[in-house]
């Protein structure tokens, strides 16, 4: 694993996006795996910028969000369908008709599970995927105790991870307490992976993360066993390690 470390949000960002940035230059049909949360915000300003500069287009990548909570329709400025239209896929180049979210609204949700591991592995599998860090050590929406060998799945959420959403809800009570994330083993299989940690809020995450043992307790310590992976954290979210 590798780990980079960054003064702060904004340079953790403009890695990220130049990291990006390079992989999409290397491969224009890249399939992305995106990821949303507080993390990745300023990367994905930072990629609009690239583009309205005219330095990368969008326009032949695929991508293919973790997660979605269930029960927020797809116009709901919480969910991640809103959240991905509105950081990101409204304001560059990229193909609608490659961009996959999952429907958490479907009426078989078990059924929109499968197929959405059926269109990752109809697509080749995730070239590079964008991860942010739980408190708890989520990864997706894969909540401690999640089997490593899991494929998208339908989660009841943590209280810890209902407690740290509750900042973009108006109360707790309207975080929504399920929701389907891309598995373990679905992200494991992506061939470059790339982690971002910020803050001091994930200072203790980032601690267990990198210093601590691989157990389904902390689903993030599965990345170690990964052989492309990078870490980019910035100096508030390092202070623990230190
Ligand atoms: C959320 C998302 C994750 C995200 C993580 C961290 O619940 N489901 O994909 O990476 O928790 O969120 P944040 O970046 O806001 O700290």
Redesign the pocket.
């Known amino acids: 694993m590798k780990i980079v470390q960054v003064k702060d949000y904004n340079e953790m960002s403009e890695a990220a996006c130049s990291l990006i940035i390079r992989e999409i230059h290397n491969d224009p049909e890249l399939v992305l795996g995106l ?6 915000e300023g990367l994905y300003k930072k990629l609009i910028e690239k583009y309205n500069q005219e330095a990368v287009s969008f326009k032949a990548i695929t991508s293919f969000n ?2 979605e909570y269930i029960g927020l329709s797809k116009d709901n400025r919480n969910s ?1 369908h809103f959240y991905m239209e509105n950081y990101l896929f409204q304001h560059i180049d990229i193909n609608m008709q490659n961009v996959y979210v999952p429907t958490a609204n479907s009426p078989d949700a078990e059924k929109e599970c499968s197929a959405y591991e059926k269109l990752i592995r109809d697509n080749g599998k995730i070239d590079l995927q964008i ?5 708890n050590g ?4 894969n909540e401690p105790g999640t089997k490593f060998s899991s494929r998208t799945h339908i989660v009841n959420l943590a209280e810890s ?1 209902r407690k ?2 509750a900042r973009f809800f108006e109360t707790i009570e309207n975080v929504p307490t399920s ?1 389907i ?1 891309m598995g373990i083993k679905t992200i494991m299989e992506s061939r470059e992976i790339i982690i ?1 940690v910020s803050g001091e ?2 200072a203790k995450a980032l601690a267990r993360f990198i210093n601590g043992e691989i157990s389904e307790h902390f689903p993030a310590s599965i990345l170690k066993k990964h052989d492309n992976v990078t870490v980019i954290a910035d100096e508030a979210a390092m202070n623990n390690l230190k």
């Open positions: 990821a949303t949360g507080s993390t990745p973790l997660d991640y991860l942010g860090l739980g408190t989520h990864i997706g929406f991870t740290a959403n929701a994330t971002l809020r994930k």
